[in-house]
């Protein structure tokens, strides 16, 4: 008799679809673990990534939409930071399963 491990629920997985594939960009992954640990300025963030402001730009809105991250605006300066922590789980695993060694 072949035991069955236990499957997550499909509905629980056509919610958790979409915020994967708005992680599923090398640029997004880097602000991700860029914000881990505290808020940061957009200025900050754009030096992080090494890109120009408008591309950085555009993928935090697209993380804001999806509900990854969360924008602040404390004066002139606008901060983010992350918003659902369960998708930090992601960066630890890529750091244990692809840096282990390295």
Not at 61 to 89: D, H, P
């Amino acid at each position: 008799m072949t035991i069955t491990p236990k499957l997550i629920p499909f509905p629980l997985l056509e919610e958790v679809a979409p915020v994967l594939k708005t992680l599923s960009h090398p640029m997004r992954l880097r602000i991700l673990d860029f914000l881990k640990d505290e808020p940061k300025q957009v200025s900050e963030i754009i030096k992080a990534t090494g890109k120009t402001q408008a591309l950085t730009s555009h993928q935090l809105g697209i993380m804001r939409n999806a509900g990854v991250l969360k924008q602040n605006r404390q004066g002139n300066a606008v901060f983010y930071s992350v918003k659902n922590e369960n998708v930090l789980g992601l960066l630890d695993c890529i750091r244990e399963h692809k840096m282990k060694g390295k």
